[in-house]
């Protein structure tokens, strides 16, 4: 097999050979193809994962398994919560009065 790299990666897998990591450039690429088979490997996992939440989702809610909410009252809550944390004084000022 022959493979054409940019400048660029072939100057990066010369500076790999050349810091004595790698004995030659075939290492380097084989490497640097583990570790992308590895994240393509991890990429699928999760994403399976997440399908498999996502079908367990529509399944419970096809069940009638859901929560109704208002999502307007949420969002007034918090929004009197950040409100009432305005108010509150910051934890620096209560350390300058009480150290004076």
Known sequence: ???SLTERLEA??????????YNNAS????EALRTQMRAEQTYQEKLDALRAEIDKGWAQADAGDVV?????AIMKEVEAELADADDAPD???????VHG
């Open 27 to 30: 290492e380097v690429i084989r």
């Open 12 to 21: 990066w897998v010369r500076a790999k050979v050349e810091s004595g990591l």
């Open 1 to 3: 097999m022959h493979i």
């Open 91 to 97: 934890a620096q000022a209560i350390a300058d009065a």
């Open 68 to 72: 109704e909410f208002d999502f307007d």
